[in-house]
Nanobody
Framework: RVDLMESGETSVQAGGSLKLSCVAT????????WAWFRQISGKEREAVAV???????SYTDSMKGRVTISRDSAKNTLYLQMNNLTPEDTAIYYC????????????????????????WGQGTQITVSS
């Protein structure tokens, strides 16, 4: 079992930046695929970014070019740096983790499927005001 605890600033004006953190309570981060998802009110949860067990990063079109995913193995922490935010980015943001074996040899796009992840953070409501 891995417990994930998110933290970070929760509100910003349009054009601003925020950085979310997600601390894992056990197991080295490099044994997992780590992802950030978001859920806009009334919409399905969507992937934002993934960092795999080797440290390779990938981004969906949802926020591509405006976000950076990273991890600090020494701190067992995942980050999401978000820039140039707009009111349309207002959503609940979740970190997620799944043992890397789930994705080994599988379709690349599977990493963006929320149903593939077993461990989830508590969710952070991010509000971007105009």
């Amino acid at each position: 079992r891995v417990d994930l605890m998110e933290s970070g600033e929760t509100s910003v004006q349009a054009g601003g930046s925020l950085k979310l953190s997600c601390v894992a309570t056990r197991d080295p981060v490099n044994q997992y695929y780590w992802a950030w998802f978001r859920q806009i009110s009334g919409k399905e949860r969507e992937a934002v970014a993934v960092i795999d067990s080797d440290g390779a990063k990938s981004y969906t079109d949802s926020m591509k070019g405006r976000v950076t995913i990273s991890r600090d193995s020494a701190k067992n922490t995942l980050y999401l740096q978000m820039n140039n935010l707009t009111p349309e980015d207002t959503a609940i943001y979740y970190c997620a983790a799944e043992p890397y074996l789930r994705f080994r040899g599988k379709n690349f796009w599977l990493r963006y499927d929320a149903s593939q992840y077993i461990y989830w953070g508590q969710g952070t409501q991010i509000t971007v005001s105009s």
